[in-house]
């Protein structure tokens, strides 16, 4: 790819590499409730440089420990902000940061204190340009995404959902000689299937018995074989547990009768089955929902026995083709203009930020704008340093195609 040192001069790709190295420093954990509040406070110091106004809130989570939650206000950041989102807390604690040959191995570095680091670098782009960013940009950096917090979720669904763009800086990813941008990512729901049957004794009486895990099971392999390659839903059966009621509804006192020749010669007459449904679009989700009711229905007649099936916890989904998209073709585009390839992620399998917000429908929505690298959560995390020198430009750029017009 082109090197895009003509478009960043090498004191802003030099202070952002330093802000960086020193974020990565601090370790952060989640959980490391004073580690993600200096991580927290040095981000604002920086941002006040460029006249947001930043304040550094304290939230509960759901165990009641109260976590600092980063919030960065323009002088018009309003009920419609430009926002953008990203986590200040990492799975592992820190250990010392090491540049190698344009590669930065350090804690958190891809996810995602590069991203933050960049949109730090960015604003000084802009500042050395004589440029501004929208005055209605809104920065919310959240203190418990790493591990699926609450304080995530009504973060964004209560600044999100009214945003006039949503804006994510969590990595992208490297494919080939490109990198990625993500313009999609499926939702889930949860789902639960019970099963009541009749026991018997399977030598004297089996056919008078009704297997309920016998039922289950076939339901579980009719169910997967639902799932679709490329956009389409998956399903997936996580857990299945059949046996005796009594078995099934004391596991964990009655485990140890696994491997053992006891209670086998009983039909099973209780069986619970739980996973997830995960899908593209909206219509997805209701259409793979009414085939496994439907399923349900079909098995509970076949095998004569009761089934119950539940949806349980759900997640939106992120339309490729939502109104995120002319903002994605327009980031493809600055990108090109500067030399370098981006290539669209419409499948993103993870759930994150745009899945909070009630309606990610409402909401044009551009995620994957941060540095590449690789090894996220583990300790061999590292960060290409040319792909956070290049994602700057592009996040200067794009603030500046995305200032509201007179």
């Known amino acids: 790819m082109q090197q895009t040192n003509e478009a960043l001069p090498r004191e802003i790709l030099d202070s952002g590499t330093k802000l960086l190295v020193n974020l990565c420093s601090i370790s952060s954990a989640s959980g490391d409730i004073a580690g993600v509040r200096a991580v927290a406070e040095r981000i604002a110091a920086e941002l006040a ?20 939650l980063l919030v960065a206000r323009g002088s018009e950041a309003g009920v419609h902000p430009l926002l953008l989102v990203g986590h200040l807390d990492t799975v592992l604690d820190a250990v010392p940061p090491r540049i190698d040959d344009g590669i930065l191995w350090a804690t958190g570095a891809l996810d995602m204190k590069g991203g933050i680091a960049m949109l730090i670098a960015a604003l000084d782009l802009l500042t ?25 979720e009504r973060a964004v669904r209560r600044w999100g959902q009214g945003a006039r763009a949503l804006l994510v800086i969590e990595p992208g990813e490297r494919r080939g000689d490109a990198e990625t941008l993500v313009a999609g990512r499926r939702g889930l729901f949860e789902w639960k299937l019970e099963a009541t049957g009749r026991s018997a004794h399977s030598g004297l009486a089996y056919w008078q018995g009704r297997s309920a895990l016998g039922a289950v099971a076939d339901w579980a392999a009719q169910a997967q074989r639902m799932s679709e390659t490329g956009p389409g839903v998956t399903v997936n059966v996580a857990r299945l547990v059949g046996g005796d009621t009594d078995f099934v509804n004391g596991l964990a006192a009655n485990h140890a009768l696994l491997g053992t020749s006891r209670r086998r010669n009983v039909v099973a007459d209780r069986a619970i089955a739980e996973g997830e ?9 209701l259409r793979i929902l009414g085939r496994l009711q439907r399923l349900t229905e079909g098995m509970a007649a076949t095998h004569d026995l009761r089934m119950t099936f539940a949806q349980g916890m759900s997640v939106p989904p992120v339309d ?22 981006l290539e669209v992620e419409d499948d993103r399998g993870g759930i994150s930020f745009p899945n909070y ?50």
């Open 49 to 68: 440089r460029h006249g947001l106004a930043t304040e550094v809130v304290s939230e509960p989570d759901d165990d009641g420990n109260v976590l600092p």
């Open 128 to 152: 050395l340009r004589g440029e501004t960013p929208p005055a209605d940009i809104m920065l919310v950096c959240v203190p418990d995404e790493e591990v699926g917090g609450t304080i995530s």
């Open 277 to 285: 449904a995960r899908f593209l679009t909206a219509a997805d989700g």
């Open 320 to 341: 490729p083709n939502g109104p995120g998209a002319p903002v994605v073709q327009r980031v493809i585009q600055l990108a090109a203009e500067r030399g370098w390839r």
């Open 357 to 406: 917000i009630a309606d990610p429908a409402k909401v044009a929505i551009v995620d994957g704008l941060g540095p590449v690298g690789d090894g996220m959560h583990t300790r061999e995390e590292h960060l290409d340093l040319r792909s956070f020198e290049r994602r700057i430009v592009l996040l200067a750029d794009l603030l500046v195609a995305l200032a509201p017009r007179d």
